[in-house]
């Protein structure tokens, strides 16, 4: 069983700066890819980053490439989001996720989900 929590969320200015946090438990952590989702109430879960399980090969949803960073740290078991120059479009409850079989941004690629961390960035 794997278990995923994140943290690190919270109220931020425009501008501003966030790092999420997921720490894995329940498996060989370094073996997966891990990913970031964000979905905002009445909308659709939205791709944001992905890495490999080496953290050799990184993936970005455009709208966030070059704000945002996806790192792991493999003996920690644990994978970071660093966000930089937020807008309140980034505002949104952040997921992260692994045990992926199938296409990177798909959301039903991935079988394991944590709870979420909420991100709000006020104009």
């Known amino acids: 069983q794997v278990q995923l929590v994140e943290s690190g969320g919270g109220l931020v200015q425009a501008g501003g700066s966030l790092r999420l946090s997921c720490a894995a438990t329940g498996r060989t952590f370094s073996t997966y890819t891990m990913a970031w989702f964000r979905q905002v109430p009445g909308k659709e879960r939205e791709f944001v980053a992905a890495i490999s399980g080496s953290g050799g090969s990184t993936y970005y949803a455009n709208s966030v490439k070059g704000r945002f960073t996806i790192s792991r740290d493999n003996a920690k078991q644990t994978v970071y989001l660093q966000m930089n120059s937020l807008k309140p479009e980034d505002t949104a409850l952040y997921y992260c996720?692994?045990?992926?079989?199938?296409?990177?941004?798909?959301?039903?690629?991935?079988?394991?989900w944590g709870q979420g961390t909420q991100v709000t960035v006020s104009s």
């Open positions: 996720a692994t045990d992926r079989t199938g296409i990177y941004k798909a959301p039903n690629s991935y079988g394991y």
